[in-house]
């Protein structure tokens, strides 16, 4: 009788054990996900913001000179895709925040692109590209994939959206990277942008990959490779510092001095 009572007990209370080991495992993979998804928002944030010098510039001196317009045109899109892609799907309100922030902040830099274009010429063709990926493409193919697709199709359509026009904005670092190859310099390479890269590739990654989001894991992996092998040149291309001592890094007795301490460059 014994122990017929006390399988009815065992049955009954655990059930309720396994509940709360569940309830406890689940909140702590929760809390490494957000943590996670908020260290990604503070590091795209980073990302995002780092041509804020070269924006500085371009308003201090009230022209463009050679920059290009295209890239910020690219990462605008590819912003409000991510922003549309975490509205869209559950539980992934931090990809639509950071990329809503990022939004605003490729939109101030069109602005002052448009604001100090160095030519007439560049003015226009900023202005048709930008009301064409950045306000046309992104309004006929949201309303599309909201009339017509549904459910999980819709957030798997725009997520291979985001994977794409990321991949495309990745031409820059590659177009970098070339650049430092066949100058044999990082001088158009800066390092804090090539190491922001390589964080935030890094720890989006770990957030795909706890949450299982393929869609987020793929571009931002290829941004962490990326990241990694602009490092790698960084190391193999980077120059000394000439001492300040000494012009054109030549001593007294004309011989050539060669610094002790090398620096990076950024």
Known sequence: MNDWKLSIYSLKFK?????KAFIKTFSAMFSIIALFGVLGNITTGLVYLSPAKTFWRIARNRSTEEFESIPYICKLLNAYQWVYYGIIKPD???VATINGFGAVVELVFIVIFLMF???QKMRVRTAILFGALDLVFPAVSFLLMQLLLHGQLR???????CVVFSMITY???LSAMKTVVSSKSVEYMPFL???FLFINGGVWTVYAFLTRDYFIGI???TGFLLGTAQLILYVMYMKPKPSKKISGNNSEDGSKQEPLISS???
């Open 117 to 119: 274009a160095s030519t």
């Open 264 to 266: 990076l460059v950024s």
């Open 219 to 221: 571009p931002n992996g």
């Open 193 to 195: 942008l090539s190491f």
């Open 155 to 161: 957030i798997d359509i725009s997520g291979m959206f």
């Open 15 to 19: 059930p309720r054990r396994d509940s």
């Open 92 to 94: 992934s309100v931090l």
């Open 171 to 173: 031409s820059s670092p």
